[in-house]
């Protein structure tokens, strides 16, 4: 029976990258002269900090545009909140989503089962979603139509067999 495997990864190799030319970048430009900006990647987690909040927003920025070239989906990012640092300046961490959480795997299921396909089963796999079907060009279908929805979270498509 066909079936594909729906993932949501993160190429965490290439968010350190980003997150290295992005520093590079601050450190040349004019506008961050002076604002000991810094920004910095571990444990699946990105700190950003400036001389204040136009500066912080202006840096995230500048990561959204590594991010971007480096084909990073910017739904795996999630930003908390702009918190006051030491001085008058401004710290924000983002974390990065990687895999389906269960309330969104629900979701997911849910959405599958609404398309009405006929010979179309879901179910939840650790944090990946398992699909399989009668017909390889039904699961196309649901395919396409997960992909045009909008999850808060990047979408992969893997192991697609027949």
């Known amino acids: 029976m066909p079936s594909?495997?729906?993932?949501s990864e993160v190429d965490?190799?290439?968010?350190?990258?980003?997150v290295d030319q992005a520093a590079r970048e601050v450190a040349n430009r004019f506008d961050f002269k002076g604002t000991d900006s810094t920004i910095e990647f571990a444990d699946d987690v990105i700190a950003m900090e400036s001389a204040s909040d136009d500066r912080l927003a202006a840096l995230r920025v500048v990561l959204e545009e590594k991010l971007v070239k480096?084909?990073?989906?910017?739904k795996s990012v999630d930003y908390g909140e702009v918190?006051?640092?030491?001085?008058g300046r401004a710290r924000q961490k983002a974390n990065l989503q990687a895999g389906i959480a269960s309330d969104k795997a629900k979701e997911l299921n849910k959405f599958i089962k609404g398309l009405g396909i006929k010979g179309i089963q879901s179910q939840t796999q650790g944090e990946q979603l398992r699909v399989t079907g009668k017909k390889r060009d039904s699961l196309q279908e649901v395919i396409a139509a997960l992909k045009e929805g909008d999850f808060d979270l990047p979408l992969q498509f893997n192991n697609f067999r027949d």
Not at 4 to 7: A, L, N, W, Y
Not at 83 to 87: G, I, L, N, P, Q
């Open 4 to 7: 594909f495997d729906v993932v």
């Open 12 to 18: 965490v190799q290439e968010v350190r990258n980003a």
């Open 70 to 74: 480096r084909k990073v989906s910017l």
């Open 83 to 87: 918190e006051d640092a030491t001085k």
